[in-house]
């Protein structure tokens, strides 16, 4: 019977919530890495005993941890004992070694004037369709690493930071981070990412050149609201079978692409308040994407006390409210942009988690919520596996 | 021995007990008890003072014989009674948060 395994990432440390296939009952496995910042977990899906996860501190950096037998057991990537012993050059310690290439150079500050690009902290891991040794890491002053050894060693795709406009690129409230890695499956080449704030941007040529996804995105805030760059896009998505359709929740407006990103248009339509974090699309339904409004960028909770999920069944502009299980008073939690996920199961699960704990599942494409938890620390990120 | 006395979470990411004993060469300061320290246990390269820049990261602090060396240059000799390992040296985690 199939089986999901749901990734939560927390202000706290690292959980393991697994269920069958009724995503009923859960048991609930952690904390891991308790104390630390768990940004993203993320599991291979050529090998789903695979997960890497992301753990940091303002204390003492970063951290990449790896399991390979399904989260039970955790370590960083080239720490084992026949890793260190090796006489061979083998690197050692370097799974949390993110160094720019090059000069660094600057991009802009808060203020507008330039400030030196200093790594932070990786947000978010993205692991290859082909290979579980692969892995990319959107990380904070943004830029792109890679790894192909498993995450024992990383290094940048350069062409990104190094981009004509990077100078330009400035930080969003959360800091200048990339946040957002889509691998087209059928090119694999071809990768989106998204940067708070400076925009959208795809290659098609495996991370070696870029090229700006931002028209028709506008933003208010900006001097040009339709500059190239400069705009605060919060998540993008995909279906696997339309990779030429992009869906984005911006800093304001929902927006959508069918053209790979070459343009956008709205499709916030009929939505409470069209800012937000995360944004999804159904396993198998991919014109059906869910965001979850929150009440405005100085506001970050969920409008009149009330979870909402939104639902739209039409690729946007007509959305419908899911409440069924959800909090529907008293309710002040938000939604980050890493802490939406859905499973393949035929019955396609939506999974979320909230900035006061709670992680939610819908085992029928949002008709229905309930609980998996409602205690966890703060919720960073949220994925889930789907396990045959 | 040089005795080094770490914060929780990297005793924990290292799996160290409440202080680790280190072999160290040549003058000991603040860089050669690090550098013995992350080649005993590289996990913790990065978690102390910057990869490549050996800068100290900024929420840490070192305290020998009860002062805060932090701010001197780190390869100062420190102090005989960390040398000879009668007292640790103290890498500290700044209060913050909540």
Same mark, same amino acid.
């Given at each position: 019977m199939s089986r999901v395994r749901v990734l939560v990432g927390t202000k706290k440390g690292a959980f393991v919530c697994t269920a069958d296939g009724q995503r009923k009952d859960w048991n609930i496995e952690g *904390?891991?890495? %308790?104390?630390? =910042?768990?940004?993203h977990v993320k599991g291979s899906t050529?090998? *789903?005993?695979r997960i890497y996860a992301s753990q940091s501190s303002g204390w003492f950096g970063q951290i990449i941890q790896r399991s390979d037998d399904g989260g039970k057991t955790w370590s960083p990537p080239g720490s084992s004992e026949e890793d260190l012993k090796s006489t061979d050059g083998f690197p050692k %310690? =370097? !799974?949390?070694?993110f160094v720019y290439e090059g000069v660094a150079g600057t991009h802009l500050w808060y203020d507008g004037t330039p400030h030196p690009w200093e790594f932070k902290r990786v947000w978010h891991l993205e692991p290859s369709l082909s290979d579980p040794d692969t892995v990319f890491a959107g990380v904070e002053d943004a830029a792109m690493f890679k790894s192909q050894d498993g995450g024992k060693t990383w290094s940048e795709l350069s062409g990104l930071r190094l981009h004509t406009t990077g100078k330009d690129w400035q930080p969003g409230a959360g800091g200048m981070c990339l946040h957002t890695i889509l691998i087209d #499956?059928? $090119?694999?080449?071809r990768m989106w990412v998204a940067i708070s704030a400076a925009g959208c941007f795809r290659t098609d040529d495996g991370g070696v050149t870029w090229k700006p996804t931002n028209k028709g995105l506008v933003s &208010?805030?900006? #001097? &040009? #609201? =339709? $500059?190239e760059v400069g705009h605060c896009v919060h998540r993008i998505a995909l279906h696997p079978s339309r990779p030429d359709t992009l869906f984005m929740q911006k800093h304001w407006d929902v927006m959508r692409s069918d053209d790979a990103g070459d343009s956008w248009r709205e499709v !916030? +339509?009929?939505? *409470?308040?069209?800012? +937000?974090f995360p944004i999804d699309v159904h396993a198998h339904e991919p014109e059906t994407v869910y965001v979850v409004p929150i009440k405005s960028d100085s506001e970050h909770y969920v409008p009149e006390g009330k979870m909402r999920v939104y639902r739209s069944?039409? @690729? %946007?502009n007509e959305w419908e409210a899911l409440t &069924? @299980?959800? *909090?529907?008073?008293?309710c002040y939690s938000n939604v980050l942009r890493d802490a939406m996920a859905v499973d393949t199961l035929d019955d396609c699960g939506v999974y979320f988690g909230t900035t006061g704990g709670q992680v939610y599942v819908s085992p029928d494409g949002g008709d229905h919520w309930s609980p998996i +938890? =409602?205690?966890? #620390? !703060?919720?960073l990120s949220v994925e889930v596996q789907t396990l045959k | 021995m040089v005795r080094v006395v770490l914060p929780h979470h990297l005793r924990n990411l290292a799996q160290l007990g409440q202080e680790v004993e280190l072999s160290v060469s040549g003058t000991v300061s603040v860089a050669s008890v690090l550098d013995a320290l992350e080649s005993g246990?590289?996990?913790? /390269?990065?978690?102390?003072?910057?990869?490549?820049?050996? /800068?100290?990261?900024?929420?840490l602090r070192f305290f020998a014989a009860g002062e805060d060396?932090?701010?001197?240059?780190?390869t100062q000799p420190l102090p005989e009674s960390i040398a000879n390992g009668s007292e640790p040296l103290l890498v500290v985690g700044a209060i913050a948060g909540g």
């Open positions: *904390p891991f890495f %308790g104390g630390w =910042e768990i940004y050529v090998d *789903p005993n %310690g =370097e !799974s949390n070694k #499956p059928k $090119a694999p080449d &208010n805030f900006m #001097p &040009n #609201p =339709e $500059a !916030s +339509g009929n939505l *409470p308040t069209d800012f +937000g069944r039409t @690729g %946007g &069924n @299980g959800l *909090p529907q008073q008293d +938890g =409602e205690h966890f #620390p !703060s919720v | 246990y590289p996990v913790l /390269k990065g978690t102390i003072r910057e990869h490549e820049t050996h /800068k100290r990261r900024p929420f060396i932090s701010l001197d240059p780190a």
